[in-house]
Protein backbone atom coordinates (compact mmCIF):
# COMPACT_ATOMS: atom_id res chain seq x y z
CA UNK A 1 0.00 0.00 0.00
CA UNK A 2 1.52 3.45 -1.15
CA UNK A 3 2.16 5.91 1.77
CA UNK A 4 0.14 9.22 1.64
CA UNK A 5 1.04 12.69 2.93
CA UNK A 6 -2.24 14.61 2.26
CA UNK A 7 -4.13 13.73 -0.75
CA UNK A 8 -1.16 12.76 -2.53
CA UNK A 9 0.18 8.83 -2.75
CA UNK A 10 3.83 8.25 -3.19
CA UNK A 11 6.15 4.91 -2.87
CA UNK A 12 9.49 5.83 -1.12
CA UNK A 13 12.44 5.05 -3.86
CA UNK A 14 15.60 4.91 -2.11
CA UNK A 15 18.82 4.58 -4.37
CA UNK A 16 22.05 3.65 -2.55
CA UNK A 17 25.44 4.31 -5.03
CA UNK A 18 28.77 4.36 -3.91
CA UNK A 19 27.67 4.96 -0.26
CA UNK A 20 25.93 8.11 -1.54
CA UNK A 21 22.09 7.32 -0.56
CA UNK A 22 19.02 9.07 -3.06
CA UNK A 23 16.15 9.52 -1.63
CA UNK A 24 12.47 10.01 -3.44
CA UNK A 25 8.81 10.15 -3.98
CA UNK A 26 7.38 8.30 -7.18
CA UNK A 27 4.14 8.61 -8.09
CA UNK A 28 3.34 6.77 -11.33
CA UNK A 29 5.51 3.18 -12.05
CA UNK A 30 5.01 1.69 -15.63
CA UNK A 31 5.82 -1.65 -16.26
CA UNK A 32 6.18 -3.50 -19.41
CA UNK A 33 5.63 -7.16 -19.35
CA UNK A 34 7.44 -10.00 -21.83
CA UNK A 35 3.94 -9.61 -23.77
CA UNK A 36 4.09 -6.08 -24.42
CA UNK A 37 1.29 -5.22 -22.17
CA UNK A 38 1.28 -1.98 -20.04
CA UNK A 39 0.63 -2.48 -15.58
CA UNK A 40 0.19 1.32 -14.43
CA UNK A 41 0.49 1.59 -10.40
CA UNK A 42 -0.46 4.41 -9.05
CA UNK A 43 -2.47 6.22 -5.85
CA UNK A 44 -3.05 3.55 -3.04
CA UNK A 45 -1.77 0.48 -5.74
CA UNK A 46 1.96 1.76 -5.59
CA UNK A 47 4.35 -0.26 -3.30
CA UNK A 48 5.41 0.97 0.06
CA UNK A 49 9.18 1.45 -0.90
CA UNK A 50 11.76 0.62 -3.39
CA UNK A 51 15.20 0.25 -3.07
CA UNK A 52 17.88 -0.17 -5.75
CA UNK A 53 21.74 -0.33 -4.95
CA UNK A 54 24.49 0.14 -7.84
CA UNK A 55 28.15 1.21 -7.99
CA UNK A 56 31.42 -0.10 -7.12
CA UNK A 57 30.43 -2.46 -4.37
CA UNK A 58 27.65 -4.04 -6.18
CA UNK A 59 29.76 -4.79 -9.07
CA UNK A 60 28.19 -7.81 -11.39
CA UNK A 61 25.12 -8.04 -8.95
CA UNK A 62 23.29 -4.64 -9.06
CA UNK A 63 20.02 -4.68 -7.03
CA UNK A 64 16.18 -3.42 -7.19
CA UNK A 65 14.01 -4.39 -4.53
CA UNK A 66 10.29 -3.61 -4.36
CA UNK A 67 8.75 -4.15 -0.69
CA UNK A 68 4.92 -4.72 -0.97
CA UNK A 69 2.53 -5.08 1.57
CA UNK A 70 1.85 -8.76 1.60
CA UNK A 71 -1.57 -8.59 3.23
CA UNK A 72 -2.58 -6.07 0.08
CA UNK A 73 -1.95 -8.70 -2.58
CA UNK A 74 -4.88 -11.20 -3.66
CA UNK A 75 -4.88 -13.59 -6.24
CA UNK A 76 -7.06 -11.74 -8.52
CA UNK A 77 -4.56 -8.54 -8.64
CA UNK A 78 -1.89 -10.54 -9.87
CA UNK A 79 -1.35 -10.99 -13.70
CA UNK A 80 -1.59 -13.85 -15.25
CA UNK A 81 1.57 -15.12 -17.43
CA UNK A 82 -0.82 -17.42 -20.11
CA UNK A 83 0.46 -18.13 -23.06
CA UNK A 84 -0.16 -15.58 -25.47
CA UNK A 85 -0.45 -17.55 -28.95
CA UNK A 86 1.78 -16.81 -31.46
CA UNK A 87 1.63 -14.90 -34.33
CA UNK A 88 -1.30 -12.14 -33.24
CA UNK A 89 -2.60 -9.99 -35.25
CA UNK A 90 -0.33 -7.22 -34.97
CA UNK A 91 2.75 -9.71 -35.90
CA UNK A 92 0.77 -10.70 -39.27
CA UNK A 93 0.29 -6.73 -39.66
CA UNK A 94 3.55 -5.80 -39.35
CA UNK A 95 4.63 -8.61 -41.79
CA UNK A 96 1.97 -7.69 -44.27
CA UNK A 97 2.86 -4.34 -44.12
CA UNK A 98 6.63 -4.98 -44.22
CA UNK A 99 6.06 -7.15 -47.70
CA UNK A 100 3.59 -4.62 -49.18
CA UNK A 101 6.67 -1.69 -48.95
CA UNK A 102 8.95 -4.09 -50.01
CA UNK A 103 7.22 -4.80 -53.11
CA UNK A 104 6.35 -1.22 -53.66
CA UNK A 105 9.73 -0.63 -53.33
CA UNK A 106 10.92 -3.21 -56.02
CA UNK A 107 8.02 -1.76 -58.30
CA UNK A 108 8.95 1.72 -58.31
CA UNK A 109 12.75 0.98 -58.45
CA UNK A 110 11.97 -1.38 -61.74
CA UNK A 111 10.06 2.16 -62.84
CA UNK A 112 13.24 4.17 -62.62
CA UNK A 113 15.13 1.68 -64.34
CA UNK A 114 13.22 1.72 -67.53
CA UNK A 115 13.17 5.07 -67.56
Not at 70 to 89: D, R, Y
Amino acid sequence: MALKHGSEHFTRWTHVENGQVLNRRLHRIEIQARDGRMYVLQGASLPDFIQTCAGHGYKGVHIAQILLDPNAISEEKIPSTAHVSWPAGRDVLSAGLGCLVFIAGRFFLNLLASV
